[in-house]
């Protein structure tokens, strides 16, 4: 997705001037403004520059050198931005915004990278996530901070709400590559394995149960997608490469549990432009995609009334429409019910919520509020950036995987 165009250099990016956007991009955008109430931050602050219409004219006012990239204002609209994309979603101009601001954010950390504390901050966890071994051991850290509840002297934004135990953590996770059946290939990913493992075990279960022999091997250690939102465009394209190394020579689907790493991977193709990521990409499905609804027929009931959190990436990347939601339906005596702000996002945003605190809590407490408004004290969301955001709100966070579990177990 990001660098179509032909003009950009990446390591070169130039503060002003043509060269960091696509033109064509850029003028296709009409200025109409129906993106407007699907934008999350705009909603939250009603200020042009906080939603895509105003994000577009920075980005045109940068094009035409009448500001440089690492102008404080330009900043301001291009950083506050949740890379949501529901703005592409709606836009009947077909304005391909997630590339832009992709193509911004590269050229944001060229000339304006974050500098002090939180710089490095940064530059550690980037370089940690795709270290499985470090990984393992931060999180192990944070159960150890959870369970002596040490955790309750951290700012309330780098708290995490999900509960981590060290032996959920240290478990091995148990495959079925051997049994009968089609091979699929579950993507174990960086946070959703140190974080998740549970909805692995879960996805397992529900993969062999509809007929595959499920593998957790090979195990590339991160998709890239928070890198690509963080402009560390050099660093994505290399992880995407390595997963799609260690892919080759197999067949059969990759089924991924993470709306976010899925939403990644089904872009590879167009991040590396090469006949083999797109052949990758093609082989990447959401495991809601892999279920048919069908399958549920006479499967044991899950009595009890959930609401259901469309994650922005399954929704406007991956654009599963309503499939999550039907499957989910279709598990008896479920009942999934939909917050009235469905379109919105939650304010999780890869570490949008750790990097734009205040705006990132403004969206999760008009998502809190939302999903009160249901009734529910469950919500379902298969997206691991969401679930945490989500449970900071108070709720019980459950994935599509561990519901599907539930209803297929025999
Ligand atoms: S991005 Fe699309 S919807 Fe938004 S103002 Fe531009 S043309 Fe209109
Ligand atoms: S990606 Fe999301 S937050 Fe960013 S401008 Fe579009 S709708 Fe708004």
Not at 74 to 93: G, I, M
Not at 268 to 294: C, H, K, M, N
Request: with cysteine; aromatic share 4%; net charge negative.
């Amino acid at each position: 997705m990001t660098s179509s165009h032909p003009d950009r250099t990446d390591s070169a990016a130039p503060r002003s001037g043509q060269g960091i956007f696509d033109p064509d991009q850029l003028s296709q955008c009409v200025q109409c403004g129906f993106c407007l109430s699907s934008c999350p931050t705009y909603e939250v602050t009603h200020l042009e520059e906080h939603g895509p219409r105003g994000r577009i004219l920075g980005m045109r006012l940068v094009a035409e050198g009448e500001f440089t990239i690492d102008h404080p204002d330009v900043l301001d609209s291009l950083e506050t931005c949740v890379q949501c994309r529901a703005c592409e979603e709606v836009c009947p101009s077909l304005v391909e915004f997630g590339a832009l601001m992709e193509d911004a954010r590269a050229a944001m950390r060229d000339h304006a990278p974050p500098q002090g504390t939180q710089g490095r901050a940064q530059q550690v966890g980037y370089a940690t996530l795709p270290r499985r071994g470090l990984l393992k051991t931060g999180i192990l850290g944070l159960s150890a901070l959870q369970a002596t509840r040490a955790d309750r002297l951290l700012p309330d934004h780098l708290r995490v709400a999900r509960r981590v135990r060290a032996r959920d953590v240290l478990r091995p996770l148990r495959d079925d590559r051997h049994a009968p059946g089609t091979p699929a290939f579950v993507f174990r990913g960086c946070v959703m394995d140190g974080l998740f493992r549970d909805v692995h075990q879960a996805t397992v279960d529900v993969l062999a149960a509809a007929g595959y022999a499920p593998s957790l091997s090979p195990a590339p250690p991160c998709c890239g997608a928070l890198h690509i939102h963080a402009g560390r465009e050099h660093e994505a394209h290399r992880l995407a490469q390595e997963v799609i190394d260690a892919y080759e020579g197999t067949e059969g689907p990759i089924v991924v549990d993470s709306g976010g790493c899925g939403a990644a991977m089904k872009e590879y193709g167009e991040w590396l432009g090469t006949a083999q990521a797109e052949a990758f990409s093609a082989r990447v499905q959401d495991l809601t995609e892999v279920i048919e609804p069908s399958m549920l027929a006479g499967a044991r009931p899950v009595r009890a009334r959930m609401a259901y959190q469309s994650p922005c990436h399954q929704k406007n990347v991956q654009r599963l429409g309503d499939t999550p939601r039907a499957l989910l339906s279709a598990i008896p005596g479920l009942e999934v019910v939909e917050p009235d702000d469905w379109h919105l996002c939650c304010g999780s945003g890869g570490a949008y919520s750790l990097l734009q605190p205040e705006l990132g809590d403004a969206l999760l407490d008009k998502k809190t509020d939302a999903l009160t408004r249901t009734g529910c004290t469950d919500v379902i969301s298969g997206n691991p950036g969401c679930a945490l955001q989500i449970a900071r709100g108070g709720f019980r966070v459950w994935h599509p995987a561990h519901l599907l579990a539930r209803a297929l177990r025999s």
